[in-house]
């Protein structure tokens, strides 16, 4: 601050910045937003959900070891950074249940001096939470970053069927359910007119809801392979545990232990019933839907619609329920337990 004095009076002045000073100032702005870029940037934000190119996942032990991807893991020369066990949300495969339930056999299995390492993102970035949580629930498609991947595909028809039924009745949906088709008919063959018909595809975007075109496959890989054997070793490679949605509970109680290697007296078969409950009482999420997939009747003239949009949909589920067996009779094995 300068002071002058003019005519008997005293001003302030202030002084005019230097080239000096505007550089600094350059200079900090320019580090703060390479800061806030380096934290909140995730590589999957900017490609538009598409799945990577099959890659072979580690096989690790359970990731309380697990705290960093391996350079072999990482050969794209980009910043490694820790996603162990990764559970790829597929929407509408009950994701919300295997949180709530997987959380709760953490509680009870963890020891008083440990932090839970269970968390659940949404869709927000991965790499946000690489410091924070060992086992990462995410409604994100697979991803490469991942040491142990993990999801649970449901039957075809209920999906689609649940997939309707959110977009029209769920609380979580209510404000865009005007946007939908007036029957299930409706959408079901708008859809089905998209199948080879892009143009057809980008207009339906005015319903606000699922493309339920092979939409489960669409989320693991980029493209479901012919060959069936070499398929299958796809999913092996890709996935610790990928599991049907009918085998719910099994499912939770596998991923639980191939996650943490411990074996929580809920999941055993031969544990008492009320030592089950956990398992089988506990937040069941509905969104509010008064119709289910599982239950409602459709008419064959739907079910034809249904299957001409998940002819993949409809072989990813067989051959995840012909690798969860083997899944899980490696798992029973290793451990010891008849798993419920």
Known sequence: MHSMIVSGTSRTTTPTPTRRDRAVKVVFVIGFLALFINLAWDPDDFRGYHSPSPTTL??????????QLSNQENNNNTKPFRLGNFYLHISKTGGWNVYQKMFA??????????ESRICEIAQGSLKRRKLSCDFVFSERRYSKYANRAYAVVRNPRDHVLSQYFHCTE??????????????????????TLALDNE????????????????????????????????????LKHRFAVIAPFDRMDTAICTIYIQFSGRVPAECICSSKETERKLIHDKHDATHGVKHH?????????????????????????????ELFKGTLKKTEEEYGVKIC
């Open 58 to 67: 580690s096989r690790n032990p359970p990731l309380y070891e697990n705290r």
């Open 105 to 114: 056999l953490e509680e009870s299995q963890r020891q008083e001096e440990e």
């Open 170 to 191: 769920s609380r979580d949906h209510r404000y865009n359910a005007h946007f939908m088709p007036s029957s299930l008919d409706e959408w079901l063959e708008a859809w």
């Open 199 to 234: 143009t057809k595809a980008e207009e339906n975007k005015q319903f606000h809801c699922y493309d339920p075109r092979n939409y489960q496959t669409s989320w693991v890989y980029n493209e479901l392979k012919e060959d069936e054997s070499e398929d299958l070793e796809t």
């Open 293 to 321: 997939g599982s239950s409602y009747n459709t008419t064959s003239e739907q079910d034809a619609l249904i299957e001409k949009l998940t002819t993949d949909d409809a072989l990813l589920y067989n051959r995840t329920v």
